[in-house]
């Protein structure tokens, strides 16, 4: 087939919301984006390991702290099946980590936050997962069928994990003044930069429109925003806890919440890699990748070692 008849099956398995799978003829330019989105949010599972990482040792019960590690061994599984679904397209593993270790890939904005306290947990938990949810369960429709089946599993974790970290806020909120008082100011420092993770705002996001009309993103960042707004304001009442917003407001009229002007420059100066934590979280990334080597080199060695023997013994 010429190109012209190619182009014209790919668009009609678009139109007809059907999905694009890896032996499939697709597009130089769709084939990228999904590249570049897919291989973002592996970036994002596999740095979004290490806020949390940093409070395993210090969790406060051996109940909390089993939570904590399952989570975040969860997220390193999620970062795999991303790079997986990412590796179907034609590209390597080591080709996207060493784009993420020299800056030519990017990951989450909201992964260049420090985690102060242990509230923070639940506030990751409730906040961090909670607009991870909301933008990915629409990606469980995505076109592309590795990326859609990848999502499935993933947005049921992601779930867990959402509610652990309501359920730690509830703790701390319901505990002593203290604790309360933990849990409100780590609300207060997650809850603009989880909005900020829904990407900027449609007038200004390059990829959105186009990445629309692909069915590889069904919603708008603008749209998935404000519908985590919504389902936030209530859940935060539950809490007996504020959202950091004083223009916050239910408008009867839309049936939606308003709320206040986000500090895109904020959002701008994170993505220059100028953030709180860029520089700590790279240099972390880049040296367990380092010190990983020789166990990279070791599975090799033995999967050699084993094909040689069935080789031989065939
Ligand atoms: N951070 O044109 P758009 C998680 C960039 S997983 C950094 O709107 P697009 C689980 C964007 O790449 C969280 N960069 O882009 C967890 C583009 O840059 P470029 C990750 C951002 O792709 C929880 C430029 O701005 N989730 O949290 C961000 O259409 C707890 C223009 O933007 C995903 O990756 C940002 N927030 O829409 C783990 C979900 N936003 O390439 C551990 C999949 C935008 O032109 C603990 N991704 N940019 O230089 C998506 O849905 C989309 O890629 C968006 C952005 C919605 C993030």
Request: with cysteine; proline share 4%.
């Amino acid at each position: 087939m010429d190109e012209t008849a190619l182009q014209r099956d790919f668009d009609a398995t678009i139109d007809a919301d059907d999905r694009i799978e890896p032996r499939d003829w697709m597009p130089d330019a769709y084939r990228q984006t999904l590249i570049r989105q897919i291989a973002q949010h592996a970036h994002s599972e596999i740095i979004g390991m290490q806020p949390e990482g940093n409070w395993i040792t210090r969790a406060p019960s051996l109940k909390r702290k089993a939570i904590l590690m399952a989570k975040v061994q969860d997220e390193a599984g999620h970062g795999l099946y991303l790079y997986s679904a990412a590796e179907t397209l034609g590209v390597s593993r080591d080709e996207l980590l060493d784009k993420l270790h020299t800056g030519r890939q990017r990951y989450s904005s909201i992964f260049n936050y420090p985690t102060i306290t242990w509230a923070d947990m639940g506030a990751i938990g409730w906040l961090v997962d909670g607009a991870a949810i909301m933008n990915q369960v629409p990606l469980c429709r995505c076109s592309y069928g590795p990326y859609a089946r990848a999502m499935i599993r993933i947005c049921k974790e992601e779930s867990f994990h959402q509610r652990q970290g309501f359920e730690l806020l509830l703790t701390l909120s319901n505990g002593t003044a203290e604790q309360k008082a933990m849990a409100q100011d780590a609300v207060n420092r997650w809850w603009w930069p989880s909005l900020m993770m829904f990407g900027p705002p449609d007038s200004e996001s390059t990829h959105s429109e186009q990445s629309m009309r692909w069915g590889i993103k069904r919603f708008s960042n603008d749209e998935l925003r404000q519908r985590f707004v919504d389902a936030s304001v209530p859940q935060a009442e539950i809490l007996g806890l504020t959202l950091p917003d004083p223009q916050l407001r239910f408008n009867s009229e839309t049936g939606h919440y308003e709320y206040g002007d986000i500090d895109w420059s904020e959002f701008k100066r994170i993505l220059a890699g100028d953030g709180p934590c860029n520089a700590q979280r790279m240099a972390h990334r880049v040296k367990a990748h380092t010190d990983g080597a020789w166990v990279r080199e070791a599975a090799a060695a033995y999967a050699d070692k084993r094909a040689a023997r069935e080789e031989g013994a065939a």
